[in-house]
């Protein structure tokens, strides 16, 4: 939790600071990237703790996610202000595609180790078939006298 929260302050202390030096925000597009990853995954982590009903840290979590909030609405501002006209709709927008995009690709991504599970017991069971069938064969041929 705190990694997330040093990375994101970390990266919101950047954005600042290009904007300050007058520079545009494209240019610090990796950094707001940075930022809402780390958002995501202090958001994550609360949920997670908060469905398990671990209650250890709550209030560093709780601060945390409000320290994120404030410098979101700040990036919000310096969007409307310092970016052009409609940028904070179409950031979110975008936003709310690529974590539809990640969401897919991670339901895909625990799909495809299910199906390797599951194809690994297949061949697990094939080869334990097969080993059943010779030692059941050998033991036949032994008991006939064939061998």
């Not at 950047?14 to 958001?43: H, M, P, R, T, Y």
């Not at 991670?106 to 097969?130: C, N, P, R, S």
């Amino acid at each position: 939790m705190l990694a997330e929260l040093a990375a994101a302050n970390a990266a919101f202390g950047v954005i600042k600071s290009f904007i300050s030096n007058g520079k545009d925000l494209a240019s610090c597009g990796k950094q707001i990237s940075d930022f809402v990853f780390a958002k995501e995954q202090i958001e994550k982590k609360a949920s997670k703790k908060k469905a398990k009903g671990l209650g250890g840290a709550d209030l560093e979590e709780f601060m945390a996610l409000e320290k994120i909030k404030e410098q979101e609405k700040q990036l919000k501002e310096i969007m409307i202000y310092a970016g052009r006209p409609g940028l904070w709709q179409d950031w979110q927008h975008f936003q709310a595609e690529a974590r539809k995009s990640r969401r897919y690709a991670e339901k895909m991504k625990a799909k495809q180790k299910e199906e390797l599970i599951q194809m690994l017991g297949y061949i697990v069971g094939g080869i334990f078939f097969i080993g059943s069938m010779g030692f059941i064969i050998y033991f036949v041929a032994k008991w006939a006298g064939k061998i």
